[in-house]
């Protein structure tokens, strides 16, 4: 019997559910030294003053470590998807039958104004990969934050006690992966109207080391790590996870307005849904809305576009943008169509994404003087989030009617979380 207890006991304790780490959770360890603090941002600095840093450290918690898993989050969110309608075209031919019109298989994730057709449909499924390298345009391994001593008296910061005048660095070196595979498919409900739904699966790591140093204003100093037998000015942490599954999942809605034979003009309605896990970076959390106006030709093997529209967020974290993107596709010869696009968002209005004001300590010099320093919460700087993406990619067709799809793109203007580079691979198949 007492062995059946054990055991029952053992199992019930297996079948507890246990608390698993999130991503964005994982983030913030990055910013946890010491041990047996339980603030979201654990800066221990010994026994008396271990609690002076933790303002600074919890309004860095709530701006600068939100403001980089926002970022990533993010990203996992604005993951290009294939465009809606791709490959053949199929028009009425000059003797009233529906046939496949001669053209290139279209860009690789711009939009052209022509739909596949009434009855036709478009499977396909693309594999992105991204290693992120640069947060607005600062390499991901040189992240930078300080900070600053709470106030402990009447006089401004730095003058009630030598002490105020201490600095916490840290220095984050962060490595940020994302896989994505995509699966879309397109239906023609008329000759003039398509509507496609695009299903992301995310996988997102991190994987990351902190480096907090005591930058001390006199020495000594009653701040460091560790204890009072031990005491150390620097401390180090690190951080590790990834996560899987659905992204946010996508419905486009598309209406052929005109076609004037060399040149089409179309509107398309895309919602992004909030399917994603946000504290999982695998997608934004919130529902958003774009809707564009799209133009192109057909000149022989030549097919420009153009695309404008407008992005509607609802996120706290991510301001509206307009959309702007431009580019060609051109038939080669045979079956293969070359694709070059420029992809931008350009932010309305300051960003969401914000950061802790710059502190100014107010230092003592002997008896009658001081002397102010300013103090920034970290090497980020405030900018808009606006976005230009170079894409170029080749689209490989088969007789059969599957497509295969090679792209790269390079960021030209780094806002947000950026790649130096991210490579698609596809297949799609029309019918």
Same mark, same amino acid.
């Given at each position: 019997?007492?062995?059946?207890?054990?055991?029952?006991?053992?199992?019930?304790?297996?079948?507890?559910?246990?608390?698993?780490?999130?991503?964005?959770?994982?983030?913030?360890?990055?910013?946890?030294?010491?041990?047996?603090?339980?603030?979201?941002?654990?800066?221990?600095?010994?026994?008396?003053?271990?609690?002076?840093?933790?303002?600074?450290?919890?309004?860095?918690?709530?701006?600068?470590?939100?403001?980089?898993?926002?970022?990533?989050?993010?990203?996992?969110?604005?993951?290009?998807?294939?465009?809606?309608?791709?490959?053949?075209?199929?028009?009425?031919?000059?003797?009233?039958?529906?046939?496949?019109?001669?053209?290139?298989?279209?860009?690789?994730?711009?939009?052209?104004?022509?739909?596949?057709?009434?009855?036709?449909?478009?499977?396909?499924?693309?594999?992105?990969?991204?290693?992120?390298?640069?947060?607005?345009?600062?390499?991901?391994?040189?992240?930078?934050?300080?900070?600053?001593?709470?106030?402990?008296?009447?006089?401004?910061?730095?003058?009630?006690?030598?002490?105020?005048?201490?600095?916490?660095?840290?220095?984050?070196?962060?490595?940020?992966?994302?896989?994505?595979?995509?699966?879309?498919?397109?239906?023609?409900?008329?000759?003039?109207?398509?509507?496609?739904?695009?299903?992301?699966?995310?996988?997102?790591?991190?994987?990351?080391?902190?480096?907090?140093?005591?930058?001390?204003?006199?020495?000594?100093?009653?701040?460091?790590?560790?204890?009072?037998?031990?005491?150390?000015?620097?401390?180090?942490?690190?951080?590790?996870?990834?996560?899987?599954?659905?992204?946010?999942?996508?419905?486009?809605?598309?209406?052929?307005?005109?076609?004037?034979?060399?040149? $089409?003009? +179309?509107?398309?309605?895309? #919602?992004?849904? &909030? !399917? %994603?896990?946000? *504290?999982?970076? =695998?997608? @934004?959390?919130? /529902?958003?809305?774009?809707?564009?106006?799209?133009?192109?030709?057909?000149?022989?093997?030549?097919?420009?576009?153009?695309?404008?529209?407008?992005?509607?967020? $609802?996120? +706290?974290?991510?301001?509206? #943008?307009?959309? &702007? !993107? %431009?580019?060609? *596709?051109?038939? =080669?010869? @045979?079956?293969? /169509?070359?694709?070059?696009?420029?992809?931008?968002?350009?932010?309305?209005?300051?960003?969401?994404?914000?950061?802790?004001?710059?502190?100014?300590?107010?230092?003592?010099?002997?008896?009658?003087?001081?002397?102010?320093?300013?103090?920034?919460?970290?090497?980020?700087?405030?900018?808009?989030?606006?976005?230009?993406?170079?894409?170029?990619?080749?689209?490989?067709?088969?007789?059969?009617?599957?497509?295969?799809?090679?792209?790269?793109?390079?960021?030209?203007?780094?806002?947000?979380?950026?790649?130096?580079?991210?490579?698609?691979?596809?297949?799609?198949?029309?019918?």
């Amino acid at each position: 019997m007492p062995r059946f207890r054990t055991s029952l006991a053992v199992l019930t304790i297996a079948a507890m559910p246990l608390h698993a780490q999130t991503m964005r959770e994982r983030v913030i360890g990055l910013f946890k030294f010491g041990s047996g603090c339980d603030n979201p941002v654990c800066l221990s600095v010994g026994s008396a003053h271990k609690a002076h840093f933790n303002p600074a450290a919890q309004a860095g918690q709530a701006n600068l470590i939100d403001f980089m898993s926002d970022a990533i989050a993010a990203s996992a969110s604005n993951i290009p998807i294939s465009a809606a309608s791709s490959g053949a075209i199929w028009a009425t031919s000059s003797s009233g039958l529906f046939v496949r019109t001669q053209t290139s298989a279209g860009p690789v994730f711009a939009e052209r104004a022509q739909t596949i057709g009434k009855g036709r449909v478009l499977f396909g499924a693309n594999f992105s990969s991204y290693s992120f390298q640069s947060l607005r345009g600062v390499p991901l391994n040189s992240l930078e934050f300080n900070f600053t001593h709470q106030l402990v008296g009447p006089k401004p910061l730095g003058q009630n006690a030598d002490y105020e005048n201490d600095v916490i660095a840290v220095r984050t070196n962060l490595a940020v992966q994302l896989l994505a595979a995509t699966a879309f498919a397109t239906y023609g409900v008329t000759r003039d109207i398509d509507v496609s739904v695009a299903v992301p699966f995310v996988h997102t790591s991190i994987d990351g080391t902190s480096l907090a140093t005591v930058m001390p204003f006199t020495n000594p100093t009653p701040h460091y790590f560790g204890s009072a037998t031990n005491p150390s000015l620097t401390a180090s942490t690190g951080s590790q996870g990834s996560a899987s599954g659905i992204g946010d999942v996508a419905i486009r809605l598309k209406a052929l307005l005109a076609d004037q034979g060399k040149v $089409s003009f +179309a509107l398309l309605a895309d #919602a992004r849904l &909030a !399917t %994603g896990n946000a *504290d999982n970076f =695998l997608g @934004g959390g919130k /529902t958003s809305f774009r809707g564009q106006a799209i133009a192109s030709g057909r000149y022989g093997n030549f097919s420009p576009h153009i695309n404008l529209g407008y992005w509607l967020r $609802s996120s +706290a974290t991510e301001s509206d #943008a307009f959309l &702007a !993107t %431009g580019g060609f *596709d051109q038939l =080669l010869g @045979g079956r293969v /169509t070359f694709a070059a696009d420029f992809i931008s968002q350009w932010q309305v209005g300051a960003s969401k994404l914000v950061q802790p004001d710059p502190v100014v300590l107010v230092t003592p010099i002997g008896a009658s003087y001081v002397s102010d320093r300013t103090i920034y919460p970290s090497n980020i700087p405030v900018q808009r989030d606006n976005q230009v993406l170079g894409t170029m990619g080749f689209k490989f067709s088969t007789p059969s009617g599957l497509t295969m799809v090679t792209n790269a793109i390079i960021p030209m203007l780094r806002g947000g979380l950026q790649p130096n580079i991210a490579v698609t691979f596809g297949l799609e198949y029309t019918f």
